[in-house]
């Protein structure tokens, strides 16, 4: 094969041979070597990656695989989508690195962001830059929250997760990415969450009534309950790295009726469900609700081009100039992409096959409703999850899912798993994957959970 021979993208999944292949396993062998041992995807995924294009990627070794991972969801149209391409290049000759300052493209993406708000919205939101990562923006939300208010605690929920920075990993459920770092930031305090395939007050679905966010009603509301008037409520709408947990609409307005109420700001974590990812730009908009700050970050430009960003009501602005910087605020490759991301998306009505492929997927899966070692299937848009567990007692079963992303890899799909027990296995395509691609890849997802089923010793 020759070297960066491009990829064709009508090509289908393709892997002969044990993985990694001999080429891969030296590109690996030589990471290992030269780079941190915090280095995670490689390890499960075991690749490595000569060249992609839209829902396709290819290995060093000629196997082609198709691309439900999407990276980790910023590949928002795919690998190199030629128009963002085209539209990176022509702002190659312009302007690369711009800080703050104003510039032409920047205006065209500001306005791009607002107009794809809600109409109630766009007047009253103003924009911040980050440093180039979602982490940094939720570092942003709780100093601008913090800022405004005068006050200092937050309140973040069980199983979420914001980055793995100092002060998003203390917003971040998951105990053991914390435990080696000590003198964590403080003033953090964690309720349930609608998960109510695990229930995270104990209780059956037919005697919930969203206890969970009673319990966090109650405490703020009681002048006993312990819990300071917090200066936010950080909130996913879909718990991502959680494992693909949508917020029951019942308890997302009523936290947020709560935070109105007692004038919290609300912050929505939209960094992995923005940009289109659950059917509207943003997923608060399917819940009727509307945050204080939303944070926004990894499908921005649509290209993998970095950028991050806090969209907020102006009253909250009351920092002083310079109160939250970052130099690579002005990456004005990613606006050049993300300007004509916006652009693409609603020309081919990206959104409306994003709600079409999610349906599509639902269908695809419906065998597993009936598989004793599934959990539970759920999702949105295009963001899946498919939950393990022991039928005999219900304890999540990682290494099942752990045997089902290995098999849809020897099968032509990359997969995620996450969750609480990385027991789910996760589900991000580009949003604007083909119904051809779709049918493909969970056509090779059924056939992994019955090989590992079969050869792993999970039933």
């Known amino acids: 094969m020759t ?41 499960r995924l075991p690749i490595a990656i000569e060249q992609a294009s839209g829902s396709l990627v290819r290995d060093m070794d000629g196997n082609v695989f198709i691309d439900f991972l999407a990276g980790a969801g910023v590949l928002s149209l795919g690998h190199n989508h030629p128009e963002l391409v085209a539209a990176v290049t022509a702002q190659l000759d312009v302007l690369t690195h711009g800080l703050d300052f104003p510039t032409p493209v920047r205006e065209k993406f500001v306005e791009a962001q607002l107009s794809m708000l809600p109409a109630s919205m766009r007047s009253r939101m103003k924009i911040h830059f980050c440093g180039p990562t979602g982490a940094n923006a939720v570092d ?87 819990v300071p008037l917090p ?67 990894k499908a921005l430009s649509g290209i993998g081009a970095p950028v991050a960003l806090i969209i907020y009501d102006a009253e909250l602005d009351t920092w002083a ?17 993300g300007v ?22 639902a269908d695809r899966l419906k065998p597993l409703l009936d598989e004793p070692w599934v959990a539970e299937v759920r999702g949105r848009g295009l963001i899946w999850g498919i939950e393990f567990a022991d039928p005999a007692d219900h304890r999540p079963a990682g290494g099942l899912a752990a045997a089902v992303q290995r098999e849809a890899l020897r099968g032509g799909l990359i997969v995620e798993v996450g969750g609480r ?20 890849a969970c056509s090779i997802l059924l056939d992994a959970i019955r090989t590992a089923k079969a050869t792993h010793g999970e039933v």
């Open 140 to 226: 942003a939300a709780l100093k601008l929250c913090k800022t405004a208010t005068g006050r200092g605690d937050v309140i973040a929920f069980q199983g979420g997760f914001h980055g793995s920075t100092h002060a998003a990993m203390a917003l971040t459920g998951l105990v053991s990415q914390k435990r080696p770092v000590p003198n964590g930031v403080p003033g953090v305090h964690f309720f349930p969450y609608s998960y109510c395939a695990r229930c995270p007050v104990g209780l059956t679905p037919d005697s919930c009534a969203t206890n969970c966010v009673g319990y966090l009603e109650r405490a703020l509301t009681d002048g006993n309950g312990g």
């Open 340 to 361: 004509e991301a916006v652009r693409v998306i609603r020309r081919d009505d990206v959104l409306g096959n994003v709600a079409r492929r999610g349906e599509q997927i």
């Open 421 to 440: 027990d990385d027991d789910v296995v996760r589900l991000m395509p580009p949003l604007n994957v083909t119904a051809a691609t779709v049918d493909t």
């Open 231 to 297: 200066a936010a409520v950080v909130m996913e709408m879909v718990q991502g790295e959680g494992g693909i947990i949508p917020a029951t609409v019942d308890f997302a307005r009523r936290v947020r009726a709560l935070t109105r109420e007692l004038g919290i700001p609300l912050v929505v974590d939209e960094v992995q469900t923005g940009c289109g990812r659950t059917g509207t730009w943003f997923a608060f908009e399917e819940y009727g609700i509307e945050p204080d700050v939303v944070i926004a970050s």
């Open 321 to 337: 100039p310079g109160a939250h910087t970052g130099t690579f605020r002005g990456n004005q490759l990613a606006f050049a992409a």
């Open 3 to 43: 070297s960066f021979q491009r990829l064709d993208p009508l090509a289908v999944p393709q892997v002969t041979g044990d993985l990694p292949g001999p080429l891969s396993a030296g590109f690996l062998a030589r990471q290992q070597g030269y780079e941190s041992n915090a280095r995670s995807y490689p390890r």
